[in-house]
């Protein structure tokens, strides 16, 4: 098996100090290979969010390693850390964080722009990535001009643009109806399947069931792993172990 795009190694993250004090996780191991779609579920509070910010180099561990594409995070300055989340790292979340003032095509091209392109050549790889999202024909449209299907989209044009290889999503469909979110899902897969690894956090059994595979957290801590999403309530019921 190839190298794994994301390694969570025995990770902890800890909020505050001395006597207030919240562990958030505790001792998580996770690796997501290209080609993989792991889903994380879990309680409201059981730690989603944290791993998810962890993954993508947004918060720093208390302990243990987190490394992406080779690189471990606890070791990069702001500067790289930054450059590598612009060049490896793509995120989707629950309310499309597009740009209102931006068409769909500049929405896309902005972190390529930020990362020194030039805009010619930024529009060009933006336009490819709405192309392969199945909305080439609305490139130059603004958000409030498109489906909260089609914004879901677009958001992952922009996550995956550059040929970024980690895709985090945060309860993507969340904010869907029921068609337009297997839709979105639908297309996390493919990409999954054409090479890329990805992360996706939802609370619902049916999303995650378009994952390879499952992981549970409660209370900071990873219950189980599991291949079946539909054992995945079963384990609402469980205790962590410790």
Not at 69 to 88: K, P, Y
Not at 168 to 193: F, K
């Amino acid at each position: 098996m190839s190298a794994p795009c994301l390694l969570l190694d025995d990770v902890t993250r800890v909020h505050g100090d001395g006597p207030t004090a919240v562990p958030a996780l505790s001792g998580v191991s996770l690796s997501v290979h290209p080609g993989e779609l792991v889903a994380v579920m879990g309680p409201s509070g059981s730690g989603k969010s944290t791993l998810l910010n962890l993954a993508g180099g947004l918060d720093r561990a208390t302990s243990g390693r987190v490394v992406i594409e080779g690189q471990d995070v606890g070791a990069l300055g702001s500067r790289a850390l930054a450059e590598l989340r612009r060049r490896h790292v793509g995120f989707v979340f629950q309310d499309y964080n597009l740009i209102p003032a931006l068409t769909a095509a500049e929405n896309v091209a902005l972190p390529l722009e930020l990362d020194g392109q030039r805009v010619r050549d930024a529009r060009r790889a933006a336009v490819q990535s709405l192309e392969l999202m199945g909305l080439g024909e609305l490139v130059d449209r603004y958000p409030d001009q498109m489906s909260g299907g089609q914004q879901q989209r677009v958001a992952f044009a922009r996550a995956l643009v550059g040929g970024r290889r980690l895709v985090l999503a945060d309860e993507p469909t969340g904010a869907l109806d029921t068609h337009t979110g297997e839709e979105v899902l639908r297309v996390l897969r493919e990409r999954c399947d054409a090479g890329t690894a990805g992360l996706l956090v939802t609370h619902e059994a049916r999303h995650a069931a378009w994952a390879d595979r499952v992981v549970f957290l409660r209370d900071g801590v990873v219950v189980d792993t599991t291949g079946d999403p539909s054992d995945a309530e079963d384990l609402l019921e469980t205790e962590p172990v410790r």
